[in-house]
């Protein structure tokens, strides 16, 4: 599966983005999918998961509350809703599928099919 994500900006702090992570090459529906960000010197985290039934979401801490990952298996595609986005949110965000099984769905070794990501820059 090849995904790319899309959606990213300057956004002021308390503001909104959505991002997109459109799939092709597979039916997304195979796979769990998952939202991740690199800041600059930091290693790469989690964000948020979805297993590939949509019946269960992971979030990092940080972001509970504010962030909403949602899937459409029909538009083979993963989103991301941000809100009330903070300067620390800073980085840039990817998308990736995950193969394993649903004990392990959040799990980010089982990760592959890394996308081009999308820069959200949070001004203060």
């Known amino acids: 599966v090849q995904l790319q994500a899309s959606g990213g900006g300057l956004v002021q702090t308390g503001g909104s983005l959505r991002l997109s992570c459109a799939a092709s090459g597979r039916s997304i529906a195979n796979y769990h999918m998952g939202w991740f960000r690199q800041a600059p010197g930091k290693e790469r985290e989690t964000v948020a998961v979805?297993?590939?039934?949509?019946?269960?979401?992971y979030y990092v801490d940080s972001v509970k509350g504010r962030f909403a990952i949602s899937r459409s298996n029909l538009k083979n595609t993963v989103y991301l809703q941000m809100d009330s986005l903070k300067p620390e949110d800073t980085a840039v965000y990817s998308c990736?599928?995950?193969?394993?099984?649903?004990?392990?769905?959040?799990?980010?070794?089982?990760?592959?099919?890394w996308g081009q990501g999308t820069l959200v820059t949070v001004s203060s």
């Open positions: 990736a599928a995950s193969s394993a099984i649903q004990q392990y769905y959040y799990q980010k070794d089982f990760f592959h099919s």
């Open positions: 979805i297993n590939r039934g949509g019946q269960s979401t």
